[in-house]
């Protein structure tokens, strides 16, 4: 049985040069690229090995990412005050939602940092495993599915960011046409308004420093809604091509055309499929408030933005902006939860391998192997209140269809509240 609790980081041995898709490599890319906005807070993600990642309270990487996640919940509560003056509906509530929901994004992230060393001692394990040449699936370019998938989602979600930004500038610049507002300074102008309840202070006047902090923070928690999703993407594809890995060599050697396997073979698939399971049940305890966190919230968007979908769009910019975020979100969603969902798939194939062997096949270790992989629940899990498997995502899509018709029915009953008067300057003129 493996001991990973009793594994010390200085005595971990180094995997060869050769075993380039190895967990700690495929995450490299994408820890770095989230630490440039406040994001999992690591130390050591550069280097080859994993011996070096350590999580430190005082380092550089955290307190900015501690200070990204109070600055959205100050936002938040800001927000929530203006809106306190202006009205609630469901137009105006995404702003404090957005800031809350990505601070405890944020602060998710900061708790798995925490704990990702310990996670990479079991991944580690287990690569040891998988790794070697009787595991080989031949050309499965894991490294590169996962940078893809990673990848594409995050410059998807970069340009629905500029692209919503620039919509929203646009429709402004509409607006005081149409009110007949002047300005001398346009960046000022925009400040001002989206960034009121902080430069209509006394004791802050417009400075360019301060709104590149704010723009930056806005940028960070938009992209954190990303972050978690693909974090559940490329762990899914991850532990998926793991277990294809192991259920292919059980496939090559109990095909027909061989006499059946030793009961010292099954023994040590048994010893095998324990240690994978065990790594999977880490990654559930460690992922699983993202996997919360990030149905809800998935569920959330799809709902507030089809809602939208019903009303006039000020310009063509905001009528394409509109739907390309549409195809944005729900793509997204029905990515993390198909993705997800492989396992079933993956796990029914298996059973099938084992029900073909022979009678005379049969041992008491093939015994106890059939019954872990007939008891075992292989899928992430959201702190195993539900599983991440079609069924759900199916269940999904039943519940987003229900609070659908909840929100319409509440909008046209709040429909006049928390909307200002045309050319009125009271979501903005102070807080």
Known sequence: MFKYSSTSSSTRPVLSNNQRDTFHSIMQPIILSAQCLGLFPIVGITEKTTSALQFRWFSL????????????????IAELRRIARTGVNFS????????????????????LGRRWEHLMVQVENVERILLKPCYNLGQVHLKRNCWLAAGSWLVLATTEHFFATTSFVNDQRMESLRCNWTYTNAIENYARRNYAYVFNLPWMPYNIPVLLYLRY?????????????????????????RYRQFFTRIEVAASVERPPPAESFWGEIRYHYIALSDLLQSM????????????????????????????????????????????????????????AAKFDRTLKRALQVVHRIPNEGWCDELNRYYHHLRIEKVSLSGKR???????????????????????????????????????????????
């Open 217 to 241: 923070v806005t940028f960070s928690v938009t992209l954190a809604w990303t972050y978690q999703d693909v974090i559940l993407i490329v762990v899914c594809i991850y532990m998926n091509t």
């Open 92 to 111: 105006n509530i995404i702003n404090p939602y957005f800031f809350a929901d990505t601070a405890i994004i944020v602060g998710l992230l900061i708790r």
């Open 385 to 431: 209140f539900f599983y991440l498997t079609r069924r759900t995502a199916f269940g999904m899509f039943s519940v987003i269809f229900t609070i659908e018709i909840v929100m319409i029915k509440y909008s046209k009953m709040a429909r006049n509240s928390g909307v200002p008067a045309d050319c009125s300057t009271l979501a903005f003129s102070q807080d």
């Open 284 to 339: 559930n305890y460690e992922l699983s408030a993202l996997v919360i966190n990030s149905c809800s919230n998935n569920i959330f968007l799809v709902c507030y933005i089809l809602l939208h979908s019903l009303g006039p769009k000020q310009s063509t910019l905001s009528f394409t902006y509109f739907w390309f975020a549409v195809c944005f979100f729900v793509g997204r969603t029905c990515t993390v939860m198909l993705t």
């Open 61 to 76: 990487r955290t307190v900015l990412s501690v200070t990204v996640m109070t600055s959205a919940f100050l936002v938040a």
